[in-house]
Nanobody, 115 residues
Framework: QVQLVESGGGLVQPGGSLRLSCAAS????????MSWYRRAPGKERDFVAG????????KYADSVKGRFTISRDNAKNTVYLQMNSLKPDDTAVYYC????????WGQGTQVTVSS
């Protein structure tokens, strides 16, 4: 079955960086677009970034453009989210998402940006 496992979250100071990873299994990873979402405290889950199946096409939420970079390694069945210049407003649980006939989510990884 489809499984998505995120890692790499943690506590970071404003201006710092983190790289999230999402390891995928149970489907032909290289055939599907992938995306990252986040849910901040008290808010709905929002789109952060997406990448096409082969990687040349990416899309970002306006709030993260120029600071976050989504990438993928199809040989490792993994999608990444490099987050730079982090702000307190980036504090959220970050989720990996795949649409493989149905929508699948990972369990999420907590990112806290605080001094």
């Amino acid at each position: 079955q489809v499984q998505l496992v995120e890692s790499g979250g943690g506590l970071v100071q404003p201006g710092g960086s983190l790289r999230l990873s999402c390891a995928a299994s149970g489907f032909t990873f290289s055939s599907y677009a992938m995306s990252w979402y986040r849910r901040a405290p008290g808010k709905e889950r929002d789109f952060v970034a997406g990448i096409s199946n082969t990687g040349p096409t990416t899309k970002y939420a306006d709030s993260v453009k120029g600071r976050f970079t989504i990438s993928r390694d199809n040989a490792k069945n993994t999608v990444y989210l490099q987050m730079n210049s982090l702000k307190p407003d980036d504090t959220a649980v970050y989720y990996c998402r795949a649409f493989v006939g149905s929508i699948y989510w990972g369990q999420g990884t907590q990112v806290t940006v605080s001094s």
